[in-house]
Each structure stands twice: as structure tokens, then as C-alpha cells.
């Protein structure tokens, strides 16, 4: 069993910055791909950003420039940092991790978090 555990979440006032990591436990051969994913209510799920095992990032438009994405292999976690905030970043934000795990044998597959909240209000 594999599971990613979120933490970091919470209400912060626009300007602000908040610091999320996420740690997968349990059976991992191999992680490839970290990322983090928001909703916010009534919309869809979105990536905000990814990292690969070697370091290449992705970012969504609207976070360029105020989100930093990192991870730490040795340990299987993700981070973001997230500066200069505003209300539009208010969302639950979701850890996602693609790799290879085992059980009886070896079997690859996505995994989710449970979900932080992040608020961004004055």
C-alpha cells in the first residue's frame, strides 16, 4: 500500500506565502513524476506544477514566477512554494506521484493525496 501524506495548507492574506510538501510511503520502486494539482469549487482539477526523478519542472501559466517546485528523492517528497499569493490561488491542492510500486510483484500506477486546503483572504 502506498500513500501520500499533504501537509502546509492553511489561510494566508494575499502577498503572503505558504510552503506544501507532500511524503509517499510504503511500497515505491520508483517515483518518476511529483506534481501538484488545485480545484477550487464548481471548476475541474488543474496542474499547478510538476518535477520529474530528474529535476525537469512544468508550471501552469498563472503560477510562473511565484511557485517553486522541488522534491527530495532520497525521501519520496514534493514541495511548493508558494509566494506573492493571491485570492485566484484559493483551492484544495492535490499531491499526485507516478511511478512503480510492489506488491507480490511490481505494478505501476498514479496516486493521489488527500487534499490541503489553501486560502488566500484578507
Known amino acids: 500500500q502506498v500513500q501520500l501524506v499533504e501537509s502546509g495548507g492553511g489561510l494566508v492574506p494575499p502577498g503572503g506565502s505558504l510552503r506544501l510538501s507532500c511524503a509517499a510511503s510504503g511500497s515505491i520502486l520508483r517515483i518518476n513524476t511529483m506534481g501538484w494539482y488545485r480545484q477550487a469549487p464548481g471548476k475541474q482539477r488543474d496542474l499547478v506544477a510538476s518535477i520529474s526523478s530528474g529535476g525537469t519542472t512544468n508550471y501552469a501559466d498563472s503560477v510562473k514566477g511565484r511557485f517553486t517546485i522541488s522534491r527530495d528523492n532520497a525521501e519520496n517528497t514534493v514541495y511548493l512554494q508558494m509566494n506573492s499569493l493571491k485570492p485566484e490561488d484559493t483551492a484544495v491542492y492535490y499531491c499526485?506521484?507516478?511511478?512503480?510500486?510492489?506488491?507480490?510483484?511490481?505494478?505501476?500506477?498514479?496516486?493521489w493525496g488527500q487534499g490541503t486546503q489553501v486560502t488566500v483572504s484578507s
Open positions: 499526485k506521484a507516478v511511478g512503480t510500486y510492489y506488491s507480490g510483484s511490481s505494478y505501476s500506477r498514479i496516486y
